[in-house]
T-cell receptor
């Protein structure tokens, strides 16, 4: 079985400061990891993904994520937050093991609030 | 290049009624997945269609059914609506079963 945990319901950060949104995962094989962003009353927009290779993945809108296999984490980061980054962020995982589901499992989401 | 589209945007129904939601996949995609996102929750997988057949199904009752058409578009049907069916219903398309999923804007269903 695969699962995702986003331990923080809400993250508050001041504009211009660095931000981190945490995600940990559990899979039986190798993980295929995603971050999505959702603005109010909208669908999910893809930010970035990790399949293999460099542990630091760069994505859209200046976001990046760091894969840590030993800690089974995939935290989302941005060096300097913008008020417009305020939204709901979802981490998702797929198990790449043979016979694993093609369907990603999503976390509960973390609300990011960037204060002016 | 059109992305994933869904209709209608919003829908209000009463308990016991039936509803049909529609999804057109991103150009070039042949697989459609449906998710339910309740308020304050992450998306929960309902089912996936490929080659006009249901390929995988999540933990949802038989009241939830679907269909995929030869042009790859899809419908989600929910019978005997319950208050708890109120949610944002998301459609995602991909190229083949294992492809990366692209999401539509969703249909907001309210059951009164």
């Amino acid at each position: 079985a695969q699962s995702v945990a986003q331990p923080e319901d809400q993250v508050n950060v001041a504009e211009g400061n660095p931000l981190t949104v945490k995600c940990t995962y559990s899979v039986s094989g190798n993980p295929y990891l995603f971050w999505y962003v959702q603005y109010p009353n909208r669908g999910l927009q893809f930010l970035l993904k990790y399949i293999t290779g460099d542990n630091l993945v760069k994505g859209s809108y200046g976001f990046e994520a760091e894969f840590n296999k030993s800690q089974t984490s995939f935290h989302l980061k941005k060096p300097s937050a913008l008020v417009s980054d305020s939204a709901l962020y979802f981490c998702a995982v797929r198990d790449m093991a043979t016979g694993g589901s093609y369907i990603p499992t999503f976390g509960r989401g973390t609300s990011l609030i960037v204060h002016p | 290049d059109a992305g994933v589209t869904q209709s209608p945007t919003h829908l209000i129904k009463t308990r016991g009624q039936q509803v049909t939601l529609r999804c057109s996949p991103k150009s070039g995609h042949d697989t459609v997945s449906w998710y339910q996102q309740a308020l304050g929750q992450g998306p929960q997988f309902i089912f996936q269609y490929y080659e006009e057949e249901e390929r995988q199904r999540g933990n949802f009752p038989d009241r939830f059914s679907g269909h995929q058409f030869p042009n790859y578009s899809s419908e989600l049907n929910v019978n005997a609506l319950l208050l708890g069916d109120s949610a944002l219903y998301l459609c995602a398309s991909s190229l083949a079963l294992f492809g990366e999923q692209f999401f539509g804007p969703g249909t907001r269903l309210t059951v009164l």
